[in-house]
C-alpha cells in the first residue's frame, strides 16, 4: 500500500510508514504490540534452542563461538519466526 502522507511504498503488514511515520493501519497497534512481544519470545526461544545446538554439535574447542554464533543466529531465526506467526494470526483474525 502506498502511504497516505508521502506516498512512499509500504508493505501491507507494516503498522507504520517506514519512511516518515504515518500509522497506516496494517496492524493495529495492538496487534503490533503482541506482534513484537511474540518476535522477543521467539527470539528467546530462539537463542536458547541455538546455545543448545551448539553444545550439542560444535567442536569443543570452538565451543564459546559457536555459543555466540548459533544463539545470535536462533535470534535472528526466532525475530523472524515470530513476526511471520504474530502477522499470520493478526491477519487470519481481522479477515
Ligand atoms: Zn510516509
Request: charge should be positive; hydrophobic fraction near 45%; include cysteine.
Amino acid at each position: 500500500m502506498k502511504c497516505s502522507k508521502c506516498s512512499a511504498l509500504c508493505a501491507d503488514a507494516d503498522a507504520a510508514c517506514y519512511a516518515c511515520g504515518q500509522p497506516l493501519g496494517g496492524l493495529t497497534s495492538r496487534a503490533a504490540q503482541s506482534t513484537y512481544r511474540l518476535a522477543g519470545v521467539f527470539a528467546l526461544l530462539g537463542s536458547g534452542a541455538g546455545v543448545f545446538l551448539a553444545e550439542a554439535y560444535a567442536k569443543r574447542e570452538y565451543i564459546e563461538g559457536a555459543r555466540i554464533l548459533f544463539a545470535a543466529v536462533g535470534i535472528v531465526v526466532g525475530v523472524t519466526l515470530g513476526f511471520v506467526v504474530g502477522w499470520l494470526t493478526h491477519r487470519k483474525g481481522e479477515a
